[in-house]
């Protein structure tokens, strides 16, 4: 008899965030790698959504509803004929209903990669809150486990929500084969990039302008690149690196890129700068990890999980962040060595290691 692990892939076919659709990819072809014996993967999808091109996917079962409709009737907990069986959501967007484990042999595990609807809710759209919160309500009352990254964020969220031992912690990576593409240098300059800089990541906000402070206090003198500005955003980076003491003309901002576009960004950094001390999993992190870039970050719970001894943790002020910038940039010796560290922290993580644990994960169940 086969067991399948039923999958839900409404990232893969209707996005609401590219780092998820990223994930969700993943970690659905790891979890068809690593199946065991007799066990097989397939996926739940909304009505009217576009194929779903995963080799090795046994089948798709779609929900008589499209996905705006199908979000709203998970909200008030109609399973709208997806619940049953063994069910993985690599986000909150799941059947949480009743359901019998010990006797049916149900199972529904959702996945939390960023508290920040519950930390920093203002940065996020009011009807996105809402729907996250009474999604991780529907959790306490009915999910078998919730996944999150790092153990920093599973220490928190016990402290929002009552799921006691249900909180497991399986990490992300970056894409798996996530390299320098042999055309780094002409992608650069599609960009309109310049060679060698201080790269950052991020929306407009206190992190962003602490970051950019940290390189103006530095005094390394080279140019800025921020990549994942929302559209629009650019005017307000600019005044924050202004006022940070960084000159227009040093000053490069884009917004979301491709996997191969960031990869040749990365490539073409000096150094990772990481200002930002949200419980969420540091996506851009794992990237520059996997790469070998050298990486400079403010100490939060979560960075000092992910990077431990792969790059420059310091106390999260822009005067600490500088000098540790500055020291990293010193010498050809000191890049180097936060090169090494980093490419050696980021074999930590891979895909392929998360979807054992998933696996082993409903085995327990």
């Known amino acids: 008899m086969t067991a399948t692990l039923r999958f839900m892939l409404d990232q893969l076919v209707a996005p609401t965030d590219p780092d998820l659709e990223t994930a969700s990819r993943e970690l659905a072809t790891a979890l068809i790698d690593r199946a065991p014996s007799g066990c097989e993967v397939a996926g739940?999808?909304?009505?009217?959504?576009?194929?779903?091109?995963?080799?090795?996917?046994?089948?798709?079962?779609?929900?008589?509803?499209?996905?705006?409709?199908?979000?709203?009737?998970?909200?008030?907990?109609?399973?709208?004929g997806i619940g049953g069986g063994m069910i993985h959501s690599p986000t909150l967007f799941a059947p949480l209903v009743k359901h019998d484990r010990v006797h049916d042999h149900d199972q529904t595990v959702v996945t939390i990669w960023d508290l920040g609807p519950w930390e920093a809710?203002?940065?996020?759209?009011?009807?996105?809150?809402?729907?996250?919160?009474?999604?991780?309500?529907?959790?306490?009352?009915?999910?078998?486990?919730?996944?999150?990254?790092?153990?920093?964020?599973?220490?928190?969220?016990?402290?929002?929500?009552?799921?006691?031992?249900?909180?497991?912690?399986?990490?992300?990576?970056?894409?798996?084969?996530?390299?320098?593409?042999?055309?780094?240098?002409?992608?650069?300059?599609?960009?309109?990039?310049?060679?060698?800089?201080?790269?950052?990541?991020?929306?407009?906000?206190?992190s962003l302008g602490a970051g950019l402070a940290a390189v103006a206090r530095s005094g390394v003198d080279l140019p800025v690149v921020v990549i994942g500005a929302a559209e629009g955003e650019e005017p307000t980076?600019?005044?924050?690196?202004?006022?940070?003491?960084?000159?227009?003309?040093?000053?490069?901002?884009?917004?979301?890129?491709?996997?191969?576009?960031?990869?040749?960004?990365?490539?073409?950094?000096?150094?990772?700068?990481?200002?930002?001390?949200?419980?969420?999993?540091?996506?851009?992190?794992?990237?520059?990890?996997?790469?070998?870039?050298?990486?400079?970050?403010?100490?939060?719970?979560?960075?000092?999980?992910?990077?431990?001894?792969?790059?420059?943790?310091?106390?999260?002020?822009?005067?600490?962040?500088?000098?540790?910038?500055?020291?990293?940039l010193g010498t050809t010796a000191a890049a180097t060595r936060l090169g090494v560290l980093a490419a050696d922290r980021g074999r930590a993580f891979s895909w392929l290691g998360a979807a054992d644990r998933v696996w082993q994960l409903h085995a327990e169940l």
């Open 121 to 206: 809710p203002g940065e996020y759209p009011k009807a996105s809150v809402a729907w996250q919160k009474a999604m991780l309500k529907r959790a306490v009352k009915h999910a078998d486990a919730v996944v999150v990254p790092t153990h920093a964020m599973a220490v928190r969220l016990a402290e929002i929500a009552k799921l006691g031992e249900r909180i497991r912690v399986i990490a992300g990576a970056a894409p798996e084969g996530f390299a320098v593409p042999r055309d780094d240098v002409g992608r650069r300059r599609e960009l309109d990039l310049p060679e060698g800089f201080v790269l950052l990541s991020g929306h407009h906000g206190e």
């Open 237 to 328: 980076i600019a005044d924050q690196a202004s006022a940070a003491g960084i000159p227009e003309r040093s000053l490069h901002v884009r917004g979301a890129l491709s996997g191969a576009d960031r990869a040749a960004v990365f490539a073409g950094a000096v150094a990772f700068v990481v200002a930002d001390q949200r419980f969420g999993l540091p996506w851009r992190v794992l990237e520059a990890l996997a790469l070998g870039v050298p990486v400079v970050a403010a100490s939060s719970p979560v960075n000092d999980e992910v990077i431990v001894d792969g790059g420059a943790v310091v106390d999260a002020d822009p005067e600490a962040l500088g000098a540790a910038l500055a020291d990293a």
């Open 44 to 80: 739940i999808a909304p009505a009217g959504s576009p194929a779903v091109e995963i080799a090795g996917l046994a089948e798709v079962r779609r929900s008589p509803l499209a996905r705006r409709e199908l979000a709203g009737a998970l909200q008030l907990g109609v399973a709208s």
